[in-house]
């Protein structure tokens, strides 16, 4: 274990394990400057060799099935209780339009004090595409947020971006508007991810980051363009608030960082009620 003397000069810190090496990247858990060379990233920041080795060896796993419920529980929660109201759709529709009418995002509904809806949303979707593409990329991004930092956590995140992504759909689109699916969650997932790129982008790995974010969110960003009655607004509120969110939490250290992880999440959920309902 390496004690370096650290400077703090204006351009940045000395890595603590290589003291002539400039950085501004620092690790998420103890504060400690990193170079490149000796960052491994996480799904919320970085950290640095002494952390991850005190939290055990690490290794790479080719998860099946089973392991990937056992390791992800919330993840795959979300996606089976989501999946199972779409069944609604075609076992028993009178009952699933009964859900969607009281779940939807509808924005005279939230207008008049029902504001469950800008969270509950994103348990209902339009048609098979649209949750198809939706739990993929739920069962892209969820686990590894997961793994990393608990299910409370990604619950934590998964509803504030569902309320972002619906706050901008209201304040953006007309009073009328009525709106399914759990799009701003999940853009609130790849805006964490975002966040993190972003934060090292001076890397090779953080510029191989955004270079796929950027591919992909162009690819959403086309969609509304291409496919009818798409809410861009809910993408790009909840990509908002998850990137946001992200910043934060990786600048939340210590002991106390999982409460401010919840704290920072709960703001955020009540900023975009406050923002709708006042």
């Not at 504001?115 to 949303?121: E, P």
């Not at 998850?242 to 409460?259: D, H, L, N, P």
Request: charged letters at 10%; glycine letters at 12%.
């Amino acid at each position: 274990m390496y004690r370096c003397p650290v400077t703090q000069p204006s351009t940045g810190q000395a890595c603590y394990r290589h003291p002539d090496r400039i950085t501004g990247l620092s690790c998420t858990d103890c504060g400690r400057a990193i170079c490149p060379s000796c960052s491994i990233d996480a799904a919320v920041g970085q950290r640095c060799p002494e952390c991850v080795r005190r939290g055990g060896r690490q290794k790479t796993i080719n998860m099946r099935a089973g392991q990937m419920r056992r390791s992800a529980p919330v993840t795959m929660g979300i996606i089976g209780v989501t999946v199972g109201i779409h069944l609604l759709s075609y076992l028993a529709p009178g009952l699933w339009q009964q859900v969607v009418e009281n779940l939807a995002m509808w924005n005279r509904g939230v207008a008049a004090g029902e504001w469950w809806r800008m969270i509950t949303v994103v348990a209902v979707h339009a048609n098979l595409m649209h949750i198809a593409f939706n739990m993929l990329a739920l069962y892209s991004l969820g686990p590894q947020i997961e793994r990393e930092l608990g299910g409370v956590r990604l619950s934590a995140l998964y509803v504030a971006s569902a309320a972002g992504g619906s706050a901008f759909a209201y304040l953006l689109g007309s009073p009328n508007d009525f709106g399914v699916g759990a799009s701003g969650a999940i853009f609130g997932l790849f805006g964490v991810w975002m966040a993190s790129a972003v934060r090292r982008r001076n890397t090779a790995h953080g510029r191989y980051l955004l270079g796929q974010l950027g591919g992909i969110l162009a690819i959403n960003a086309a969609i509304p363009f291409i496919v009818r009655n798409v809410s861009w607004q809910a993408h790009v509120g909840g990509l908002v608030a998850g990137f946001v969110i992200g910043q934060i939490w990786a600048k939340a250290r210590g002991e106390s960082a999982y409460a401010w992880h919840l704290i920072s999440a709960a703001l955020m959920t009540l900023a975009a009620f406050a923002v709708v309902l006042t």
